[in-house]
């Protein structure tokens, strides 16, 4: 029986590993297609910066940000499971994962939602500015709305969203939703970029520096979204769980597709 319940820890463990890794990769096709799509001049802060927010956002949630979204209020109370060993007491744990693949598969979470805000002020933002915001998002931010959601926490301590019905699979708001509003936000503030509007306010188009680098980065992201909405399902050494996995990838594929075609 504990032979059986190592095999399917490792597996599932391996499993969670390999989806954090697609979506890691993700950060790569967010740094071609925002490479692609803006001018020529400024390629190398774009791909500066997506390197910058990636190393910030996984810094600061090891820091402070799981402790903040998981910890019960603790800043840091992750970080010895991190240094230390994951496989101790392996039966005695009710999780089918080891707790540093959880912590993986969160952090890569953490910097797709601030990918999202790097595209939306793309050409609009100081690099200084922006990474500034990035530790304020990755560290806080996103923490604070995790732990009201996925941590299960009370928002002020008045109710918890969960009572109310609230559920998120993958993110599609903690993620997404919070990526978006803080890009929605830094645009409202920022406003259009430099040279988009003529003196009369008619639309000057602004041509992408290479639309194939952008092509790649949208496979690339297209890819990475099979870990992102994959993992998610937590567990693939059961029947039960592979069958979840496998229509999550069916219906992934089918979103970017039917996405693809109606734009």
């Known amino acids: 029986m504990e032979t059986t319940f190592e095999l399917g820890y490792a597996l599932d463990t391996f499993y969670f590993l390999i989806c954090g890794a697609l979506v890691m990769?993700?950060?790569a096709g967010f740094a071609m297609l925002e490479a692609g799509l803006v001018r020529a001049k400024n390629t190398t802060e774009i791909l500066t910066k997506n390197i910058a927010l990636f190393a910030i956002a996984c810094t600061m949630y090891m820091i402070c940000g799981y402790g903040i979204m998981y910890g019960g209020g603790d800043w840091v109370p992750f970080l010895g499971g991190i240094v230390g060993d994951g496989a101790t007491g392996v039966a005695d744990d009710p999780a089918t994962y080891a707790p540093s693949a959880d912590f993986f598969f969160q952090v890569v979470f953490v910097a797709t939602a601030m990918s999202i805000v790097s595209g939306a002020v793309?050409?609009?933002?100081?690099?200084?500015?922006?990474?500034?915001?990035?530790?304020?998002?990755?560290?806080?931010?996103?923490?604070?709305?995790?732990?009201?959601?996925?941590?299960?926490a009370s928002v002020f301590g008045m109710y918890t969203l969960g009572d109310l019905g609230f559920s998120d699979f993958a993110g599609s708001?903690?993620?997404?939703?919070?990526?978006?509003?803080?890009?929605?936000?830094?645009?409202?503030?920022?406003?259009?970029?430099?040279?988009?509007?003529?003196?009369?306010?008619?639309?000057?188009?602004?041509?992408?520096?290479?639309?194939?680098?952008?092509?790649?980065?949208?496979?690339?992201?297209?890819?990475?979204?099979?870990?992102?909405?994959?993992?998610?399902?937590?567990?693939?050494?059961?029947?039960?769980?592979?069958?979840?996995?496998?229509?999550?990838?069916?219906?992934?594929?089918?979103?970017?597709?039917?996405?693809?075609?109606?734009?």
């Open 122 to 152: 793309a050409e609009r933002m100081k690099l200084w500015a922006f990474l500034a915001f990035a530790v304020v998002m990755t560290g806080f931010i996103y923490p604070m709305e995790g732990a009201w959601t996925w941590g299960g």
């Open 25 to 27: 990769w993700m950060a």
């Open 173 to 263: 708001g903690i993620v997404h939703m919070a990526g978006a509003a803080a890009a929605l936000a830094g645009v409202l503030v920022l406003g259009a970029r430099k040279g988009k509007y003529t003196a009369d306010g008619k639309v000057n188009a602004i041509p992408g520096a290479n639309l194939p680098l952008a092509t790649l980065g949208t496979f690339i992201l297209w890819m990475g979204w099979f870990g992102f909405n994959g993992g998610s399902v937590l567990a693939t050494a059961t029947v039960e769980s592979a069958n979840a996995v496998a229509v999550v990838f069916m219906n992934t594929n089918a979103a970017a597709a039917g996405g693809t075609i109606a734009a």
